[in-house]
């Protein structure tokens, strides 16, 4: 069965620095990716998806991930992170042998002043 | 454009007693979710609707669970009898034009006692 690993359950980090949370999925057939952000007591929200085309995936808030086909992996990552990034934050994978969306167990992302 | 709306935003109720959620998608959109989402825990499908049919409801406890969505628009989801361990959050999501994305509502937490 199709599954997502997100190995780190909270990452601790100041101010402006650098973050990268690390996704893998379990998959020998394509896939789509995704990752969503969730602020506290609210839903999720998409933060970039990556269907097809360039491995290198852009998105809102900053966010960029990187589709890594021979490590299955699908790493979230940002140059500079703020206060207001402090949130939880899921990937996700559609295999393309079905429609159903599989999350990871998410990681906590906590900025520190 | 609106987002999912979903009402409550919170619940408490006693264990063995009704509840019952509900959600409005965005305006146009066949697909409706709803997930549920245990502390700590990334969201689990519980149903799928494509317009009025419920095309995939194999993770959707059915002895005390039901689902409806009459109309093709706004869907309910009941729980009768609640117990302790249905404490979580229920998510509504809606699939959206580009049939890759979906899109969530805020949730409603739910608290049996």
């Known amino acids: 069965a199709q599954s997502v690993t997100q190995l780190d359950s909270q990452v601790p980090v100041f101010e402006e620095a650098p973050v990268e949370l690390r996704c893998n999925y379990s998959s020998s057939v394509s896939v789509y990716l995704f990752w969503y952000v969730q602020y506290p007591n609210q839903g999720l929200q998409l933060l970039l998806k990556?269907?097809?085309?360039?491995?290198l995936v852009k998105g809102i808030n900053g966010f960029e991930a990187e589709f890594n086909k021979s490590q299955t992996s699908f790493h979230l990552r940002k140059p500079s992170v703020h206060i207001s990034d402090t949130a939880e934050y899921f990937c996700?994978?559609?295999?393309?042998?079905?429609?159903?969306?599989?999350f990871g167990t998410g990681t906590r992302l906590q900025v520190f002043p | 454009e609106a987002g999912v709306v979903q009402s409550p935003r919170y619940k408490i109720i006693e264990k063995k007693q009704p509840v019952a959620f509900w959600c409005n998608p965005i305006s146009g959109h066949n697909t409706l979710y709803w997930y549920r989402q245990n502390l700590g825990q990334g969201p689990e499908l519980l149903i799928r609707?494509?317009?009025?049919?419920?095309?995939?409801d194999s993770q959707l406890p059915k002895d005390r669970f039901s689902a409806e969505r009459l109309k093709g628009v706004d869907s309910t989801l009941k729980i009768q009898p609640a117990e302790l361990g249905d404490s979580a959050v229920y998510l509504c999501?809606?699939?959206?034009?580009?049939?890759?994305?979906?899109?969530f509502g805020p949730g409603t937490r739910l608290t049996v006692l």
């Open positions: 996700a994978v559609i295999p393309d042998n079905t429609d159903k969306l599989i």
């Open positions: 999501a809606s699939l959206g034009g580009d049939t890759d994305t979906q899109y």
């Open positions: 609707y494509e317009n009025e049919e419920a095309v995939d």
């Open positions: 990556y269907l097809s085309g360039s491995t």
